[in-house]
């Protein structure tokens, strides 16, 4: 077991309309187990984006629990919670990502840096090659196009080595081909080293790679599933 | 615009300000009867240079291979603005007369201001040579 | 855990030079204001205490002539040339006033500025027995007394010691370069009275004319000190009554006129850098807030892979107070590069006296106004590393896309 969430739920408070606040999710309670792609997939507005948010340490639930390999992320203060995003956990977030200032390469080892681990330069290069980024370490994001872009945010979440790595619509801006690419680097990371990965999606393409599929609408899980 | 060519264009503004400053707003001392005083042939080289300067400056703006050997010649021309008021050439008797207390410390800002701009074109286009 | 902010700090002002350099530049504003304005205020002030101290007298004669008052005046303040003359028994017939301790005259004399300096140049005559507010300063740059065709030059008379400078064609030697005082008194030539009696003959026989009707022996001015304890208003008036064609000046009248004109300065100083200073602030207030809140994704970004609040505020502060330290170097170098170069320039604008302060505390100026500007440019950012801790990575995240 990587991530454990028990009866977590976000709640909204609405400027207008009948109720005074609305739930963007409704309870939820989930696990996510190493060695296994997870992949959510549903219309949007379904909550997806909010429940990822709360499961890596981002967005702090209304009510109940959020456990990282037995450490209650919301019990923690905000120092050691950020410790914990920077060493044990990855995020792909939706849309641009990248620090302006710095290189594809900075940028990439960036995490490490600001926890003070040593420079992960092997992974990082071996990542990029990968995905195909290795040309582009010394640019600067400024050149890059949106789909380099993306894929340098999945290096710089992959090159930490995080026991759990969440991708928000990692394959939005990617064409077909670098789409297979990012989700076999996926789904071999979680086979290979072990790993939790938790893949947000609206694209079918994703769910031959997943191990477990969860549907969700409305705020709510309405099916889990392994793929047949 | 290239790089290497904005020292020259600073060069040559500076250059301009020299020569028509020389003549009108930095000008040294009058005498109400007409005669020269030491400050005067100062100005007349500060003038000199001041052309020099500009030719240089317009020299590297258009002849792109001679352009380090342009900075590299513009430094002693520099020096020599720097030195000519109060150094080379005496000024005025009193701290208190124009070319003392304009005209000199203008003059050697306006070519220390040109002797670092050289060397900035110096070190740019040796950077870009190598 | 403090270098790796430093250098990611580092990069994000490097390269954003355009924003750097904004910020930058406003800081810049307000050190060249706190610098320039202290210096030239600090300047101005010691140019007074310079002036009581050179004038060090209580009571000053001169001849009652409409022009020589302020001719005298000018000459004290501005440097300006002043030649009048009085029969020298004015000098004993001070002495014999009640309530004077000390009289000491001096002969003023201006030459042809074809001469020597190609400008008229002050020469005055003091009496080395009696005089007692020239000697003092004279004597921190000339150990023994001044001879006959010695003279001792103002800081301002571009003379080396041991240089004959020619006056009414009489060789005269330069013994002694004087300490700057700020005063008029740094551009005149000092010598005893029998080289200023020489001089005053070498003049009449180029036909300028000094002569008085009455006698052939002339002062221009007397010293007076009064003893301690007298009512020096009373001493004035009985000076005025006693000697015939002259009128005793009190001193403090010119310091009084001199502190009145600084105390202007010094308010107009004082409400430009309060101006600039609130201005600067504000701008930098607003500026700081715009910009955290354009770089609200890069700040969630950075939340995301693992920065906690407490770095980004203190990144933040760190990023801002190395904007203050570039813009405060820049302007108390560009105020450096006025007020230096230019100091003779801003005497003679002012009309005032004005002494630059020494070195050292030009320096501690320097580094009290760079801490000034850093310390200016960290707190107008304080509201903006707050409101920036307060982000929330996930919705800023999404609000950016």
Not at chain 1, 144 to 170: C, H, K, Y
Not at chain 3, 172 to 184: P, Q
Request: charged content about 20%.
């Amino acid at each position: 077991m990587a991530v454990k969430a028990e009866n977590i739920s976000k709640r909204y408070f609405r400027k207008t309309g009948g109720a005074n606040y609305f739930y963007a999710v409704k309870p939820i309670t989930l696990t996510i187990e190493a060695g296994e792609v997870a992949v959510l997939t549903g219309r949007s507005g379904s909550g997806k984006t909010t429940l990822l948010n709360m499961l890596s340490g981002l967005l702090k639930p209304t009510e109940g629990r959020v456990w990282i390999d037995g450490a209650d992320l919301y019990s923690l203060d905000d120092r050691a919670l950020s410790r914990l995003r920077g060493e044990r956990i990855g995020v792909v977030p939706q849309g641009r990502s990248a620090i302006d200032t710095l290189t594809v390469l900075e940028n990439i080892l960036l995490p490490a840096k600001l926890c003070g681990k040593p420079l992960p330069i092997e992974a990082a290069s071996q990542w990029m090659e990968r995905l195909g980024v290795a040309p582009l370490r010394d640019a600067r994001p400024a050149a890059l196009s949106g789909g380099e872009l993306r894929r340098m945010a999945i290096v710089r979440a992959l090159a930490q080595s995080p026991d759990i790595l969440f991708a928000d619509e990692p394959t939005g801006d990617l064409d077909d081909e670098n789409t297979n690419l990012v989700l076999s680097a996926f789904r071999d990371y979680a086979h290979e080293q072990k790993k939790a990965v938790f893949v947000v999606t609206h694209e079918n393409s994703a769910l031959q790679y997943a191990d477990m599929i969860y549907r969700m609408d409305g705020g709510q899980i309405i099916s889990s599933a392994e793929p047949k | 615009m290239k790089k290497q060519m904005i020292p020259a264009i600073i060069l040559l503004i500076l250059s301009v300000v020299i020569i028509l400053g020389s003549q009108t707003f930095l000008s040294p001392c009058v005498h109400e009867d007409g005669s020269f005083g030491p400050c005067h042939w100062a100005r007349q080289t500060l003038l000199g240079s001041g052309c020099v300067l500009g030719i240089m400056a317009a020299f590297a703006l258009c002849v792109e291979h001679a352009r380090l050997g342009i900075y590299l010649g513009a430094l002693p021309v520099c020096a020599l603005g720097i030195l000519t008021p109060g150094t080379l050439i005496d000024l005025c008797r009193m701290s208190t007369m124009r070319c003392r207390m304009v005209m000199q410390p203008a003059m050697i800002i306006l070519f220390s201001a040109a002797l670092l701009c050289a060397l900035i074109g110096v070190l740019l286009n040796a950077r870009k040579r190598s | 855990m403090t270098m790796k902010h430093f250098s990611l700090s580092l990069k994000n002002l490097i390269r954003k030079p355009g924003r750097t350099g904004t910020l930058a530049l406003l800081t810049a504003f307000l050190a060249l204001a706190v610098f320039g304005g202290s210096v030239v205020v600090l300047s101005l002030r010691s140019g007074l205490n310079s002036l009581e101290a050179r004038l060090g007298a209580d009571i000053i004669l001169v001849p009652s002539e409409a022009q020589s008052k302020v001719s005298f005046q000018n000459m004290f303040l501005q440097g300006t040339t002043g030649a009048f003359y009085m029969d020298a028994s004015a000098l004993d017939k001070a002495l014999e006033v009640e309530g004077v301790e000390k009289a000491a005259p001096q002969t003023f004399l201006a030459s042809l500025k074809a001469d020597c300096c190609s400008i008229k140049i002050q020469v005055i005559g003091i009496d080395p027995e009696l005089d007692f507010t020239v000697q003092p300063w004279i004597a921190r740059s000339l150990t023994r007394e001044l001879g006959d065709m010695d003279v001792a030059v103002g800081c301002k008379v571009e003379a080396d010691v041991g240089e004959i400078i020619r006056i009414y064609e009489q060789r005269c030697k330069v013994v002694a370069r004087l300490e700057a005082t700020g005063t008029g008194l740094d551009t005149a030539v000092y010598c005893n009275m029998d080289t200023m009696n020489a001089l005053l003959a070498a003049a009449e026989e180029k036909g300028v004319s000094h002569k008085i009707e009455s006698g052939d022996s002339v002062i221009s001015a007397v010293y007076v000190k009064v003893k301690d304890g007298c009512d020096i208003d009373a001493v004035n008036n009985r000076l005025n009554g006693h000697i015939r064609k002259v009128t005793a000046v009190r001193t403090r009248s010119m310091i009084t006129g001199v502190s009145d004109s600084l105390a202007g300065v010094s308010r107009t100083v004082t409400i430009l850098i309060v101006s600039v200073w609130a201005l600067a602030f504000f701008i930098l207030l607003l500026a700081f807030v715009l910009i955290i809140r354009e770089r609200a994704r890069e700040f969630a970004v950075l939340r995301l892979v693992g920065a906690s609040r407490g770095m980004l505020g203190r990144m933040v502060l760190l990023e801002s107070a190395l904007c203050g330290l570039l813009g405060g170097l820049m302007g108390v170098g560009l105020a450096a590069l006025l007020l230096f170069p230019f100091a003779q320039l801003i005497e003679s604008a002012l009309k005032l006296p004005y002494l630059m302060p020494d070195a050292g505390r030009v320096l501690l100026l320097a580094a009290g106004t760079v801490l000034l500007a850093v310390t200016v440019a960290a707190l107008s950012s304080v509201i903006a590393a707050y409101r920036l801790s307060r982000i929330d990575p996930g919705t800023a995240l999404r609000e950016g896309n």
